[in-house]
């Protein structure tokens, strides 16, 4: 097998992974559509201009709070209806999130009030979008086998369990290496970190520094394409003083930055800076986990842990979700998904807010 999916579909998130020949290069998330989910690019909505924002740009309304910025607008007056396709997803900066970025779909009627409107579910979407090529389709369990097959029609690639290919994917391990922003590499490390202008790897260790900047190189371009970082990125070497090296590691990392597909990469300087560019529709995996705190998991990120840690619990007991009040505020907003988590543990669910609660809480299995 060469081109793999694992698909992961546990409470609170789907996740995917693609596997080419025996490695993962490319990580997704899917999180159901909630109030306080990120806006994904290709989705269609109904907007209403708000305001010009200069030559062929308005601010638009999606609905409720959610505003956008429209691109193309030329002669669009202020209050007017339309379909719109998300183009850029809503970008969380330190801080602050920046607007999403709609352009007009012409062809789709808009549907009264402003408001997101789609003819399919949005994890059927996603699963056709990532099919294409593949050889098979792993999956945890029974019902996701059944759930993927209906949604891919008869000429789907195979679908069948395997729980084993799942488990030494390390989706865990990977989300939180993600989050920490720190990867080992051979005599050293990289750090991934975001800042507003642009996403920073720096390179760590010690030896030989050439070899060492390669095992960089190589390590920070699969991160790009796996982790799914656009946008503009600065690679910060260890510095070389021999202008030979530094075009053998510039060589290198053009080779290592091939999978990436579509790419703008700047000559390295002499003190070892290198950015490249990337297109960005979307969220990276650091910024869906941490969204505006880098370095830690959001709220919401923290609640799916806790939602998935229930999943996995055994016993038949009943189970108790301990967490801070304000995440177990919000998990009760989430009634279908914890009526579909109790349905799959068959025993009840009970959640309970504790102040001195640490990290994203705890499940405890009642014995009796």
């Not at 109904?46 to 002669?75: D, F, W, Y």
């Not at 009030?113 to 990532?130: C, D, I, N, V």
């Not at 597909?261 to 560019?277: E, L």
């Not at 505020?329 to 998904?337: A, D, F, K, M, Y």
Request: proline content about 8%; aromatic content about 4%; charged content about 25%.
């Amino acid at each position: 097998m060469n081109r793999l999916l694992l698909w992961d579909a546990g409470p609170g998130e789907l996740r995917a992974g693609i596997a080419e020949q025996g490695q993962l290069v490319e990580l997704h998330i899917l999180r159901p559509r909630r109030d306080s989910a990120p806006l994904a690019a290709g989705e269609l909505y109904t907007v209403r201009v708000l305001r010009s924002l200069g030559r062929n740009k308005a601010q638009v309304t999606l609905g409720g709070a959610a505003e956008a910025i429209l691109q193309p607008a030329k002669g669009l007056a202020e209050g007017t209806l339309l379909a719109a396709e998300m183009t850029r997803a809503p970008i969380p900066e330190p801080g602050r999130w920046k607007l999403p970025v709609v352009r007009p779909a012409p062809k789709i009627a808009p549907q009264g009030e402003p408001g997101w409107h789609s003819s399919e579910e949005p994890s059927a979407r996603f699963l056709r979008r990532l099919a294409p090529g593949l050889d098979a389709i792993l999956c945890l369990d029974a019902q996701s086998v059944n759930e993927v097959r209906a949604n891919l029609g008869p000429d789907g690639p195979p679908v069948r369990i395997d729980l084993e290919a799942i488990d030494e994917a390390d989706f865990p391990g990977l989300i939180e290496a993600a989050v920490l922003g720190e990867f080992a590499i051979a005599h050293g490390q990289i750090s991934i970190e975001r800042t507003r202008a642009m996403t920073m790897i720096d390179v760590d260790g010690s030896g030989d520094p050439l070899a060492l900047n390669i095992a960089a190189a190589r390590e920070g371009a699969r991160l790009l394409r796996l982790l799914g970082i656009g946008g503009p990125v600065g690679i910060d070497f260890v510095t070389l003083e021999d202008r030979k090296a530094r075009a053998a590691l510039d060589a290198a990392l053009g080779d290592a930055c091939e999978p990436l597909g579509p790419h703008k990469r700047t000559a390295m300087n002499g003190f070892g800076f290198v950015q490249i560019i990337r297109p960005r529709s979307g969220l990276s995996i650091p910024e869906l986990l941490c969204t505006t705190t880098p370095g830690r998991l959001s709220l919401e990120s923290r609640a799916v842990a806790l939602l998935r840690e229930a999943g996995r619990s055994a016993g038949l007991g009943k189970r108790q979700l301990v967490a801070l009040p304000a995440l177990i505020h919000l998990i009760r907003q989430w009634g279908p998904e914890l009526a579909s988590l109790q349905k799959r543990l068959g025993t009840e669910i009970e959640l309970v807010a504790d102040p001195a609660a640490i990290g994203y809480g705890h499940v405890h299995v009642s014995q009796s």
